[in-house]
Structures are given as structure tokens and as C-alpha cells.
């Protein structure tokens, strides 16, 4: 079994500066807690933060402000050196486009090898063989397959293959399915599911599609660049941010526009908001 990664961020805060002098908040204040060996949907608008949160996780990006941990990682405190060696050896990361994630001449085994290649000499030993990365997603039969000639759904199940070459302990898809045919989808789904279950690796899937993240199982939904609400099997949560804020549902959003007075009246059992008459 993969030894999986935790995911935990407090108060997390990018922010990118621009060449006009006014900064972009990416992300304000988020508080994450994933289990080790757990799996999760992220959803959110375009320009929510989705992807900066990724790369956040992926080591690509430091923190403005706030703490990320994986695993035994603190991201935000790593040297250059050892961002480095947990990208190689600690996280997956599946980009959006099986294509952007593969050499095109090489076959499916020597993709899976050349993905190996920043892992530590003494640790790679340990990994598993090539044919049983590949077998674990569905892909065996395409191992002396070069990428070029394979379809789109077998080029993604390559592709997953290639995130997994390091037995991370966080495996990170981008939108693993959006150029993909239902049955594609669903293979790739099936895929991602079975490394969960059978090697235990964390997963975060960043999808806009509904069917995706009901496969996945819980969601955590980003808006404006916060943690807004955190889906599990007996609902969906909104989320109190560390200043007390919190997201309301879309469907209050619709109801109640920006600038509506609302009282919030606590009877000890739960909270009723009730619009002020006017």
C-alpha cells in the first residue's frame, strides 16, 4: 500500500502581484482537512482558485501567506531542494489534456519510466514493477503501445499511470475527463477510484462535471477564493472561515441579492435567517 498523505491548510492566502501594481487574491483564508486515504471532488466556478490551490498542493506554488502541510510536508518552510524531491517522489499530478502529460513517441511502459526518473535512486528500487502501474489503471494491454497511436481514453489511462510511476501519497487530476465520450469518462472514473481503494493514495479531482464528483463521493467547493461548502455522504456543509464568515448556498445567493438585511436568530438547536421586513 502507498503510505498516504493528509492534506491540512490554515488560513491559506495567495496572492499574485500584477505588472499594474494591484495584486490578485487567488485564495483568502482557506482551512482544509483531508484524511489520509481519502478521496475528493473540488468543484468551483472558472477563476474560483481551483487551480492555484492544485499547485499550491503539487509544490509548484508557495504560499503568500498561511500553512500547508501534506503529509509530513510543510510546504510554505521547504528549501528549493526539497520541494523538488516531494514533487518527484511525493505527489501525482495529472494535468488537463492526456496529451500534455505524455511523450508521444515513447510507449506506455517507457512513459511510465521516464516518469520515474526524478525519484531517488535507492527508492526506486522499491517501487512497483511498470506492468503493474499500468495493470492497476486498466492499461496493461497498452504497455509496448507507443502513446501516439492510442485512442483519447487509452492515452488518459497512460496518463494516470504516468501520475502514479511514483507511488505518490497524494494523487492530484486537473479535470481528468473533460475531452472524453461518456464511456471514456467513466473508465477514467473507474481508474481513479480503484487507486484510491487499492493503493490507498489521497485523492483531490478538480471536475465541472456533476457525474464526476457524485463518483467521487465528498466535494469541496471553492468560491471567490475560499472554501464555501464540504459535501459528504449525509449532505453539504456551508463552512465557517477562520473570521467567522461563511459562503451561503447558491440557492440563497439567488434568493437574497448583496445588501440584504438579514437577522440570524440562534434557539440553541440551529440558526434561522429571516430577511428584515421592510
Known amino acids: 500500500m ?25 485564495l483568502r483564508s482557506v482551512d482544509l482537512d483531508l484524511a489520509p486515504g481519502s ?20 509544490g509548484l506554488l508557495r504560499p503568500t501567506a498561511g500553512r500547508l502541510r501534506v503529509g509530513g510536508h510543510d510546504l510554505a518552510q521547504l528549501s528549493e531542494t526539497d520541494l523538488v524531491a516531494y514533487r518527484a517522489g511525493g505527489v501525482g499530478t495529472l494535468v488537463q489534456g492526456a496529451a500534455r502529460n505524455l511523450l508521444p513517441y515513447l510507449t506506455a511502459e517507457e512513459n511510465v519510466r521516464f516518469g520515474r526518473l526524478g525519484v531517488p535512486r535507492r527508492r526506486r528500487r522499491g517501487l512497483r514493477p511498470v506492468g503493474e ?7 496493461g494491454a497498452l504497455a509496448r503501445r507507443r502513446v501516439a497511436v492510442l485512442s483519447g481514453g487509452e492515452q488518459q489511462r497512460v496518463a494516470l499511470a504516468v501520475a502514479l510511476a511514483n507511488e505518490p501519497g497524494l494523487l492530484l487530476a486537473d479535470e481528468p475527463t473533460s475531452q472524453l ?53 449525509d449532505g453539504d456543509f456551508v463552512v465557517i472561515a477562520g473570521d467567522g464568515s461563511v459562503q451561503l448556498p447558491l440557492s440563497a445567493r439567488r434568493r437574497w441579492p448583496p445588501g440584504t438585511l438579514l437577522r440570524a436568530d440562534d434557539d440553541g438547536t440551529g440558526v434561522r435567517l429571516t430577511e428584515r421586513e421592510t
Open 2 to 26: 502507498t503510505t498516504a498523505f493528509g492534506v491540512r491548510s490554515e488560513g491559506l492566502v495567495q496572492i499574485y502581484p500584477t505588472d499594474e501594481g494591484e495584486d490578485v487574491v487567488a
Open 39 to 58: 478521496r475528493f471532488s473540488l468543484l468551483g466556478p472558472s477563476g474560483s482558485g481551483k487551480s492555484t490551490l492544485i499547485n499550491l498542493l503539487a
Open 133 to 139: 502501474v499500468l495493470d492497476a489503471v486498466g492499461a
Open 181 to 233: 465520450g461518456v464511456d471514456n469518462r467513466d473508465d477514467v472514473v473507474e481508474g481513479l477510484c480503484r487507486v484510491n481503494e487499492d493503493l490507498g493514495t489521497t485523492l483531490v479531482v478538480v471536475t465541472h462535471d456533476a457525474a464526476v464528483a457524485a463518483r467521487i463521493g465528498s466535494t469541496v467547493t471553492i468560491r471567490d477564493g475560499r472554501v464555501g461548502a464540504v459535501g459528504h455522504d
